[in-house]
């Protein structure tokens, strides 16, 4: 109720100021609620995902949307492997009319995404993608799934004949500065939500820049979509706290 009440006064510009100091504070110094250690398991982890609005945009997931519709065409077919939830897949359908494919390791978020009308599939991307994929897409969609991976340069290099316009990928930043002050207060840089297992990878951005030119693909774009206000588009590697790349192959190896 006060929290409510604040949030409705004139103090609501002060107390959102507040708030946002208090959660990065916590963030540097604290493990989330749901924290356990050991083996991730994927319908788990939608389960607590199911708690926070399962099958919306969070503030975070909408900002990065509304780059990954920003960067692919009108109309254009798109895959989105490890499509979670769909909340990604369907505003790309409504915002840009696509024509949108989605595959899955977890059953729980593959019948969701059915429940909701979306064209979803149930795949393990650590095994062989042709056991899946019978023809290209203008573009593949990979949000957030590279650092869960143990072996994602296999997967991109699998995916290379497949995307006719591009991959686009989406990573945390672990140069991001809060990542930094939390090693320098002793703990790594907190990136997940139920276990340290999410993540098997981690990116800086000039990493990502070095880890793209080993595997022959270009960075057509490059987009900061979250971290500090102005600093982030200025200063990239420091104050973004994730990245939205567009790769285009630079092998001009694209089949179909």
Known sequence: MIKKNLRGSFLRPLYLWLANRYRTLRRLLSYPDTARVGVVDYDVYWDNKAQGGLGQLSPWRRKRAQVFAALVSPGATVLDLGVGDGALLRYLIEQRQVQG??????PKAV????DQGLKVDLADVNKPLTDYLREPFDYIVLSEIIEHLPDPERLLNDLRPYARQGII????????????LRLVLGRFPLQWVVTPGEHLRFWTRADFHWWARQLRFRIAAEVPYEGTPLLKNIWRGLFAAGFVYLLSDASNAVKG
């Open 169 to 180: 990928v989406s990573i945390p930043n672990t140069g991001f500065y809060q990542h930094r």
């Open 101 to 106: 494919y989605g595959l899955d390791v977890s």
């Open 111 to 114: 019948a969701f995404c059915r």
